[in-house]
């Protein structure tokens, strides 16, 4: 990436759920600095000094950048930013009622440095979302797709075969976004949601699709091929 490329990155613009914590850090770093000079009180400046980092931090993880997926229909692009830990054959989410058909799932895991924003792996129809709750695991652990608090959702395809996404919260993580529902259509590489701090954004392919991405591949959310639905 040129350097041009990843300032950009640096300095997107906030995804909307950074609101709350930079309005609440910014404030709280003018207060203490105004206060801590004012007083002359070494607490209160250091104070600041942690909240302007902390509002700093939020600025850089709630970052959400314009991702242009591919011009070309048939394809499975990442739901996330981060790298994949695991593919596996397994049957797909019980909640959604997609079967017990085995089918392939690539497994992508997001460090607190990655971008947090979800993305629609395909063009199609939400059918179904379904909330689980669940333990604050290690998200990089495989077990983490089944113990895991997640949200799972269904997508038909205009074929009719379906892809399921499923956001799962990590060991930091507390807080799944999803800011889609039932029925709504949407294109590949469109925001459907976020998870903070940390997390694992797991895609299930229909039968038959093979993926095209392997175990510690680099994902680049809206942007990267994980499969083709027409191969």
């Known amino acids: 990436m040129s350097l041009i490329g990843s300032l950009r990155l640096v300095l997107s613009r906030p995804h909307r759920e950074a609101r709350p914590f930079l309005l609440a850090s910014g404030a709280a770093t003018v207060a203490a600095r105004y206060l801590g000079w004012r007083l002359n009180c070494p607490v209160l400046k250091r104070a600041g000094t942690l909240s302007g980092a902390f509002f700093g931090f939020c600025l850089y993880f709630f970052r959400d950048p314009k991702r242009v997926p591919p011009p070309r229909e048939g394809l499975v692009v990442a739901p996330a930013d981060g790298h994949i830990v695991s593919i596996q054959k397994v049957a797909p989410p019980a909640e959604l009622g997609m079967g017990d058909t085995p089918v392939w799932r690539v497994a992508t ?30 998200a990089s652990l495989d077990k983490a797709s089944t113990d895991n608090e997640r949200n799972a959702l269904s997508i038909t395809l205009p074929d009719g075969r379906m892809v399921a996404v499923v956001q799962i919260a990590g060991l930091v993580a507390r807080r799944i976004v999803c800011s889609v529902k039932e029925g709504d259509r949407l294109e590949a590489g469109e925001r459907f949601g976020i998870i903070r701090f940390g997390s694992r954004t797991d895609v299930y ?24 639905l027409d191969a």
């Open 205 to 228: 392919l229909p039968p038959g699709v093979e993926p095209l991405v392997a175990v510690g591949q680099t994902m680049v959310g809206g942007e990267t091929v994980v499969a083709q």
């Open 109 to 138: 895991f997001l460090s607190v440095l990655d971008v947090h924003v979800n993305r629609m792996p395909v063009a199609g129809t939400v059918t179904r979302i379904a909330y689980h709750e669940g333990k604050f695991l290690n």
